[in-house]
């Protein structure tokens, strides 16, 4: 049988909670990948023909997407909320015997991804004020390099001392690799929608779209506007802080 462990969002597993009926596993994986199946069926009848293209590839890095090909991107980047992509994929990547454990995850996965949580920064933690000055942060240094700083001096009064200053260095500077090559591959005239949300790590705002909207502007497009669709952590006293979030699409034109 699989797990009778209750699950919540993501990859979290509620072991005082337990599932009213737990599934034989090959029948409840049989039956996922048959509706992933037929969600892809019928989404490709309304395709007119027109053939998808994968390309398994890093974004902040030039890959095989021609210059100026899109006319317009959408995309869900990761949130700077310390969500670690990589161990999402380590139950699967464990059966399928690419990894044998978490210590795996750091060649096999982390190191292509953005890095957007401080499992994943731990490394470049005693480099943060060199590598905030690489010329792709300049755009957003006056905000970010005090930023830094507030992160770093806070981590001090935690027992955890998270590297949420490294954290934020190393997003921005990914995203500012990103924002290049969405120049690199856009036309003249083109819109970019980019569904966010801002972040407060040890309650410290980090304004999220305004900084990525700056960055976009000096990768070279035009315009930036922010529309909300979600006000975050207003609903419930967040243990952590209390800092009001929101999450919307950033649209970048030109
Ligand atoms: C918020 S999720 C969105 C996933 C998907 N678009 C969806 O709506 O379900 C962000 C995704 O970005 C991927 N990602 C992180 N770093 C990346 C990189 N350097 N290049 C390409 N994808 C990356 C993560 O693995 C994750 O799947």
Known sequence: MSSHAGTAQWQYVLPNKRKVSPKEPFSAYFRKVSEMASDMRALQSETCGYQP??????????????AEWADLIITSPPYINNYDYADATRLEMTMMGEIEGWKDLQGAVRTHLVRSCTQHVSAYASDVYQILKNPLLRPILDELEPTVMALDAEREMHGGKKNYHAMIVHYFLDLAQVWMQMRRISRSGSSVCFVIGDSAPYGIHVPVEQWLGRLALAAGFKSFEFSKFRDRNIKWKNRKHQIPLHEGHLWIHG
């Open 53 to 66: 293209r994968l390309y398994q590839e890093d974004c902040r890095l030039e890959g095989a997407v021609p």
